[in-house]
């Protein structure tokens, strides 16, 4: 039926009255269903769902990406990333997906985020940057994980 609506230019990004697009239901974020329906966000990403845009469910502010990281969902956020998702975005607050992933532990997620290229010493808005921010949570996890991860 996607597959059908999309043939006939149906905009992948139309808001439902939470604000969520078809991609924020096919990831399904809000029911711990880690990797939702990956086929289905696939297909709705080759065809120009913005993983940018936020809903109410995840944050208005935040993107898929924000929304992944906070799940340590990595085969949503794998997929994401594939399709040119940032991995820098601010979202809430200002944190970035890494920042996210440094309070709460999340290593996939951050192992993820640093291969796209996300920087553990970039400051947020708020003038904290995720290796701050793993050292005041005890993430000794994540900060080994900075460790291997190349400074600029």
């Known amino acids: 039926m996607v597959k059908l609506l999309i043939?006939?230019?149906a905009d992948p990004?139309?808001?439902?009255?939470?604000?969520?697009?078809?991609?924020?239901?096919?990831?399904?974020?809000?029911?711990?269903?880690?990797?939702g329906n990956l086929e289905l966000a696939e297909l709705l990403l080759k065809f120009g769902a913005d993983p940018a845009l936020?809903?109410?469910?995840?944050?208005?502010?935040?993107?898929?990406?924000?929304?992944?990281?906070?799940?340590n969902d990595a085969a949503s956020l794998s997929l994401l990333l594939r399709y040119g998702a940032s991995a820098h975005a601010a979202g809430k607050g200002?944190?970035?997906?890494?920042?996210?992933?440094?309070?709460?532990?999340?290593v996939p997620?951050?192992?993820?985020?640093?291969?796209?290229?996300?920087?553990?010493?970039?400051?947020?808005?708020?003038?904290?940057?995720?290796r701050a921010i793993a050292m005041a949570n005890n993430r000794s996890a994540i900060l080994e994980?900075?460790?291997a991860a190349p400074k600029p």
Not at 16 to 25: F, W
Not at 55 to 63: K, R
Not at 94 to 106: E, H, I, N, W, Y
């Open 7 to 9: 043939d006939f230019k």
């Open 13 to 35: 990004n139309i808001r439902d009255i939470e604000k969520r697009t078809a991609l924020h239901l096919a990831l399904d974020f809000q029911h711990d269903n880690h990797g």
């Open 54 to 71: 936020g809903c109410d469910d995840i944050g208005i502010a935040n993107s898929c990406v924000h929304a992944a990281t906070m799940e």
């Open 94 to 106: 200002g944190f970035t997906p890494l920042a996210l992933a440094s309070r709460s532990g999340a």
């Open 109 to 130: 997620a951050a192992t993820l985020l640093l291969a796209a290229g996300a920087d553990p010493d970039a400051p947020t808005p708020m003038g904290k940057t995720s």
């Open 145 to 147: 994980a900075f460790g």
